[in-house]
Nanobody
Framework: QVQLVESGGGLVQAGGSLRLSCVAS????????MGWHRQAPGKQRELVALIISGGNTNYADSVKGRFTISRDNAKNTMYLQMNSLKPEDTADYYC?????????WGQGTQVTVSS
């Protein structure tokens, strides 16, 4: 089992920045894919960014150039640095780990961007 705990969400004005963290505990595989997803009210959950164990990353077009995903494997922690935030980035952000054929989710952290 893997447990994920997100933190770092909050209220910020448009143009501001936030840094989300996700701490993983339990049976963390050497090779896995970690990612951030988000779900806005009334919308489906969508992928924001992915990072694999070796460090390769992938971003949704809507956040490219503004968000940066990173991970510290020694600390089993993943980060999402969000800059130039827009009101449309408002959502609940979820941490996700895919490993050994299973999918794990955190409880989410809320991000609200005011205009």
């Amino acid at each position: 089992q893997v447990q994920l705990v997100e933190s770092g969400g909050g209220l910020v004005q448009a143009g501001g920045s936030l840094r989300l963290s996700c701490v993983a505990s339990g049976r963390i595989a050497i090779s896995n894919v970690m990612g951030w997803h988000r779900q806005a009210p009334g919308k489906q959950r969508e992928l924001v960014a992915l990072i694999i164990s070796g460090g390769n990353t992938n971003y949704a077009d809507s956040v490219k150039g503004r968000f940066t995903i990173s991970r510290d494997n020694a600390k089993n922690t993943m980060y999402l640095q969000m800059n130039s935030l827009k009101p449309e980035d408002t959502a609940d952000y979820y941490c996700n780990v895919q490993q050994l054929g299973r999918n794990y989710w955190g409880q989410g952290t809320q991000v609200t961007v005011s205009s």
